[in-house]
């Protein structure tokens, strides 16, 4: 199996990724009680594995109250308490890095001039614990375009997560061309998903047309069927043969 193809363990048990040899898997807060953890610790000491850490994995239980750019200090400086206590936690796992999202539920009050203030936040707490830190990106709402994303990032550790599902509705309704938008940022992208249910084709067109700009970069799969798992098995296995006719370095 490619080793930059991985599952969201969200909906799918460690199982299918020991049964079908997927050495990278994302975990999030549906990942954190103790059965849950002790079992992952395990299968850690027993194969290679990589983990993507989606925050809040652990001390919170709705992914959506992280506030990391409220208008309230208290609610940004608790939110930072529960990223640092997050990232040390993740220090047990082979963490790849954590990826956090700082605009999770749009009927929070937004302030986009924290952003730059967040990502220095964000940056110095990576270098603290040694652990890359992702902004999760759907779209350009956090950044106007990809000309800020260079200004604001350029500098930092700090890197990108890109839902590509989301992303390519995104370039749909604003009429941009995805192959050019996608191009654009990909040099600041350090992880993708892709939902196998909805606009497959999606990735399977990306990884056709650009496989040597993402043949590092790791994939990671989801699902909301759990009743898929055969499925997303098979899609998997022709992403890697995608990738082997085109000669892609594994």
């Given at each position: 199996?490619?080793k ?6 969200d ?5 299918f990724?020991?049964q079908?040899n997927?050495?990278w ?9 103790a ?19 989606l925050?809040p ?6 992914p959506n ?17 529960i990223?640092?206590?997050n ?32 990502i ?9 614990y ?8 759907e ?10 994303i ?6 930092k ?9 989301k992303?390519?509705?995104?370039t ?5 061309k995805?192959?050019?938008?996608f191009k ?6 350090e992880?993708?998903?892709i939902?196998?249910?909805?606009d ?22 989801k ?6 798992n ?5 899609k998997?296995k ?6 082997i006719?085109e000669?892609?370095?594994?």
């Open positions: 199996m490619n930059h193809l991985g599952i969201s363990v909906e799918m048990d460690l199982n990724a020991i079908n997927i050495s898997i994302q975990i999030s807060n549906k990942f954190s009680g059965k849950d953890i002790t079992s992952l610790l395990k299968m850690c000491k027993e194969r290679s594995l990589k983990i993507s850490c925050f994995v652990f001390n919170q239980n709705n109250m992280v506030f990391f750019l409220s208008n309230e200090k208290r609610l940004r400086d608790a939110t930072m308490e990223l640092e206590l990232l040390k936690m993740s220090k047990s796992f082979p963490t790849e890095h954590l990826v956090v999202n700082l605009k999770p539920n749009l009927s929070n009050d937004i302030d986009l001039s924290l952003l730059d203030k967040t220095v936040d964000l940056d110095n707490l990576s270098i603290k040694q652990t890359p830190i992702l902004i999760h990106i779209d350009y709402s956090l950044f106007e375009d990809e000309k800020a260079k200004e604001m990032i350029d500098s550790t700090v890197r990108l997560s890109l839902d590509i599902n992303f390519y509705k995104f749909c309704r604003k009429k941009l995805f192959n050019e938008e654009n940022i990909i040099d600041y992208i992880l993708i998903n939902t196998f249910d909805i497959y084709l999606v990735l399977q067109d990306t990884l056709n047309n650009m496989y040597d700009k993402i043949h590092e970069i790791p994939i990671i799969i699902t909301r069927n759990t009743n898929k055969r499925e997303i098995l098979s998997i022709n992403i890697k043969e995608v990738l006719e000669k892609a370095y594994y």
